[in-house]
T-cell receptor, first 113, second 114 residues
Framework: GQQLNQSPQSMFIQEGEDVSMNCTSS?????WLWYKQDPGEGPVLLIA?????ELTSNGRLTAQFGITRKDSFLNISASIPSDVGIYFC?????????????FGDGTTLTVKP | DVKVTQSSRYLVKRTGEKVFLECVQD?????MFWYRQDPGLGLRLIYF???????EKGDIPEGYSVSREKKERFSLILESASTNQTSMYLC?????????????FGDGTRLSIL
């Protein structure tokens, strides 16, 4: 099946630093989604991307749909302690896998005050 | 807001027991999913369903079955629980088929098999 490589696996940063993480795929996707999972809860959608080259922001978060349609990036600016959690990318292609997403393994973010 | 409710946050069962994990969504979503989450392995899809009484295997269906008798409810069944099924189980739902709708997750059931 389709596989996603998400990196880095974990990050330890100081409060106020910027964060970057990315996902790459061997297959083309026509949707990229980024989720965040707070400790003890289920993942929650942060940003959805539907078009190659699209750049979308949600507060301090910015995500991009790579032009090749095989990658996506998530940046967090000026991190704060509540950014702690696991961030997942997910890609889907309704032409080949309608309704189903492939998830990356997650990036665990720790923010030191 | 979409609400996906999993019946238990924590569950402890014994090896060989038949275990039922229940999930209910309140937004009339067509698609429902069951994942397990283990450290370092991300979210792995066990089964999913596009419609009532319809089910399809995900990436790791062995040892599991599912039931979708009503649109809002999707049950995961461990026929004979084993210790390697100790994990966090997440249910999700999404709207429609073909449109790339995000999945909405429940808060998970942490299952321990002793």
């Amino acid at each position: 099946g389709q596989q996603l490589n998400q990196s880095p696996q974990s990050m330890f940063i100081q409060e106020g630093e910027d964060v970057s993480m990315n996902c790459t795929s061997s297959s083309i996707f026509n949707t990229w989604l980024w989720y965040k999972q707070d400790p003890g809860e289920g993942p929650v959608l942060l940003i959805a991307l539907y078009k190659a080259g699209e750049l979308t922001s949600n507060g301090r978060l910015t995500a991009q749909f790579g032009i090749t349609r095989k990658d996506s990036f998530l940046n967090i600016s000026a991190s704060i302690p509540s950014d702690v959690g696991i961030y997942f990318c997910a890609g889907s292609n309704y032409n080949t896998n309608a309704g189903k997403s492939t998830f990356g393994d997650g990036t665990t973010l720790t923010v030191k005050p | 807001d979409v609400k996906v409710t999993q019946s238990s946050r924590y569950l402890v069962k014994r090896t060989g027991e038949k275990v039922f994990l229940e999930c209910v969504q309140d937004m009339d979503h067509e698609n429902m999913f069951w994942y397990r989450q283990d450290p370092g392995l991300g979210l792995r899809l066990i089964y999913f369903s596009y419609d009532v009484k319809m089910k399809e295997k995900g990436d790791i269906p062995e040892g599991y079955s599912v039931s979708r008798e009503k649109k809002e409810r999707f049950s995961l069944i461990l026929e004979s629980a084993s210790t390697n099924q100790t994990s966090m189980y997440l249910c999700a739902s999404s709207l429609g088929q073909g449109a790339e709708q995000p999945q909405h997750f429940g808060d998970g059931t942490r299952l321990s098999i002793l």
